[in-house]
Nanobody, 116 residues
């Protein structure tokens, strides 16, 4: 079973920045892809950003120009850098790993709260 340990959530004012980190219990290059979902209260879970095995990054339209997803090879981690945060970014953020065999693994979630 793969474990994903997230860190970096918190409270920030609108316009501020936060960085999320996710440390899988296996090499980040062993997965077909890695990504971040978020779920706000009363809303459906939303895919925010993904990065493929070969490094192709994709972002949902609402965060383009503000968020960046990247991998740290030395630390074996995947990150979501969030800038110019808005109150509507408030959610629990989950790290997700897609295995080549089709399995999907989820982190425990980390709360991001953006105050107006």
């Amino acid at each position: 079973q793969v474990q994903l340990v997230e860190s970096g959530g918190g409270l920030v004012q609108a316009g501020g920045s936060l960085g999320l980190s996710c440390a899988p219990s296996r090499s980040i290059f062993s997965f077909r892809g890695l990504g971040w979902y978020r779920q706000a209260p009363g809303k459906q879970r939303e895919l925010v950003a993904t990065i493929s095995k070969v490094g192709e990054a994709k972002l949902v339209e609402s965060v383009k120009g503000r968020f960046t997803i990247f991998r740290d090879y030395a630390k074996n981690t995947v990150h979501l850098q969030m800038n110019i945060l808005k109150p509507e970014d408030t959610a629990v953020y989950y790290c997700v790993a897609d295995d080549v065999g089709g399995s999907q693994y989820w982190g425990q979630g980390t709360q991001v709260t953006v105050s107006s």
